[in-house]
C-alpha cells in the first residue's frame, strides 16, 4: 500500500533544529529562556498582540484566560457549538457553564444575530454570562465587529479562541488580537507546530503578567517560595520555544501553500454535483489551515462518512468536522442557542488532506479517487 496521506502533518523548515542547537549549546534546556522570549516576541510582531504568554498548549492557554477574566464556579460562559471539545473543557475546569451558541451559514463561525438572541434572553434573566468565546474555524476569522459590538453592548468580555486561525485576518487585524484575551495553538496538526504549545495574548499587560504567573505555579515575586493563590506547570519550555521561531519564520510560506492547495482542490472538484467550496469572507485572509469540501449525498451519490472510508482504504486520512458541543453526550445537560446549522456542516463537512508538504502528484490521487467515487456511485 501507498504511504499514508495524513490530513496535516507536520512540517518543518530546516531552521528549527538549528536553533534548538543553540539553546543546547548555550544550555538553555529550561523552562525559561532566550529562545522562548524571542517567540513571544515575534509572535507579538506577527499577530499585532502587545503581550503574550507561551503556555503548553492551547487548552491550557484557554483555562488561564477563563481564570484571568475572573470566571468562577456557576457562572455561564458562551461558546461556539461547532469546535473541537478543548474550546469547552476549561470553562468546565474553572466551574463554569457553557452556553452553545450556534455557526451563521457563510463563515461556520459564531453566528452575531443567535449570540445578540441569547444575550439578551439571559439578561432579562438577570444573569449575563461572564464571557464569550468565538471560535474562529478552519482558518477563518468570526465576524469579530458584529461579535464585539453586541459584547460591548452587554459589557461581556471577549475571549478569542485563535487556535486555528493564525496567519488569518479580519479587516486589517490578526484575529485572536481583536478579544480582550486571544488563544493560540501549536499542536501538531495546526498550520505551524511546536509539537504542542499554546500561546495566550492581549493588549491588557496585567492580564497576560497573571497569566504567565499562574502558568509558574503562582510563585509571589520573593525569594523563598511565597504562594496565595493556585498554580499551575503550564509554561512553554526554551526548547519548544526554539521551534516556534523557526515555524514562525516560514508562516506566510505557509499560508500561501495551504491556499494553494484549496484552489487545486476547488479546480478540480469544484464542478462535481453534490461538492460545495466554501468561499472566503470579504472581510480577511482566509488561511485554509484545512480544506474542508461539503459533500450532498443526494447529488454526489455518497455521503461524507462513505467519502471518508473510501479514502481511508487508501491509506489517506481525511476528517469530519467537529462533531457539535451540544451533540456531545459530556455537554447535553447545557443549553443550546439554534444548532442546526452547525448540525448539517458536520452532517455534510469532510476536511481533506491539507499538508503543505503534499505533492501534485498526491493531490492528483486525492481528486482522481473522488472523481472515481462519484462517477460509481
Ligand atoms: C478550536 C480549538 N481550540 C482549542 C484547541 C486546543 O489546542 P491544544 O491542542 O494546543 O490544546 C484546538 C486544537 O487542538 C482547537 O482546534
Known amino acids: 500500500m501507498s504511504e499514508r496521506i495524513y490530513l496535516s502533518p507536520p512540517h518543518m523548515s530546516g531552521e528549527e533544529i538549528q536553533i534548538v542547537q543553540q539553546a543546547f549549546a548555550d544550555n538553555w534546556i529550561a523552562p525559561v529562556g532566550p529562545q522562548l522570549k524571542t517567540f513571544e516576541e515575534n509572535f507579538c510582531a506577527y499577530t499585532g498582540a502587545k503581550y503574550a504568554v507561551a503556555v503548553s498548549s492551547g487548552t491550557a492557554a484557554l483555562h488561564l484566560a477563563l481564570m484571568v477574566s475572573d470566571v468562577h464556579p456557576g457562572d455561564e460562559v458562551f461558546v461556539s457549538s461547532l469546535t473541537f471539545a478543548a474550546s469547552v473543557n476549561p470553562i468546565l475546569y474553572v466551574g463554569a457553564k457553557p452556553v452553545f451558541i450556534d455557526s451563521e451559514v457563510n463563515s461556520w463561525n459564531m453566528d452575531p444575530n443567535l449570540l445578540e438572541d441569547a444575550l439578551k434572553s439571559r439578561s432579562k434573566m438577570g444573569k449575563l454570562p461572564k464571557a464569550v468565546i468565538p471560535v474562529h474555524l478552519y482558518g477563518q476569522s468570526a465576524d469579530m465587529n ?220 486525492i481528486i482522481a479517487l473522488i472523481y472515481e467515487m462519484h462517477a460509481n456511485a
Not at 461579535?147 to 471577549?158: F, K, N, P, T
Not at 486555528?164 to 488563544?183: M, Q
Open 146 to 365: 458584529a461579535i464585539m459590538a453586541i459584547c460591548d453592548r452587554y459589557g461581556v468580555a471577549v475571549i478569542e479562541d485563535a487556535a486555528e486561525v493564525l496567519g488569518s485576518s479580519y479587516c486589517g487585524r490578526h484575529p485572536g488580537t481583536i478579544g480582550k484575551i486571544g488563544i493560540f495553538s501549536f499542536n501538531g496538526n495546526k498550520i505551524i507546530t511546536t509539537s504542542g504549545g499554546g500561546m495566550l495574548v492581549s493588549d491588557d499587560q496585567r492580564l497576560v503578567d497573571h497569566a504567565r504567573k499562574l502558568s509558574t505555579q503562582a510563585r509571589e515575586p520573593v525569594a523563598h517560595y511565597e504562594h496565595i493563590e493556585i498554580g499551575y506547570n503550564y509554561r512553554m519550555s526554551n526548547i519548544v520555544g526554539a521551534i516556534g521561531i523557526g515555524q514562525l519564520n516560514v508562516i506566510e510560506e505557509r499560508v500561501q501553500r495551504k491556499r494553494e492547495i484549496y484552489d487545486y482542490y476547488r479546480a478540480h472538484l469544484g464542478e462535481l454535483a453534490g461538492l460545495t467550496f466554501v468561499n472566503e469572507m470579504s472581510y480577511g485572509r482566509h488561511t485554509r489551515w484545512l480544506s474542508v469540501v461539503l459533500i450532498n449525498p443526494d447529488e454526489f451519490g455518497l455521503d461524507r462518512e462513505q467519502v471518508r472510508l473510501k479514502l481511508e482504504d487508501h491509506n489517506i486520512e481525511s476528517r469530519p468536522l467537529w462533531k457539535p458541543m451540544h451533540l456531545q453526550p459530556v455537554f447535553d445537560q447545557y443549553d443550546v442557542f439554534g444548532g442546526v446549522v452547525a448540525e448539517s456542516l458536520f452532517n455534510q463537512g469532510l476536511c481533506l488532506p491539507s499538508g503543505t508538504a503534499l505533492t501534485v502528484d498526491q493531490l492528483d490521487h
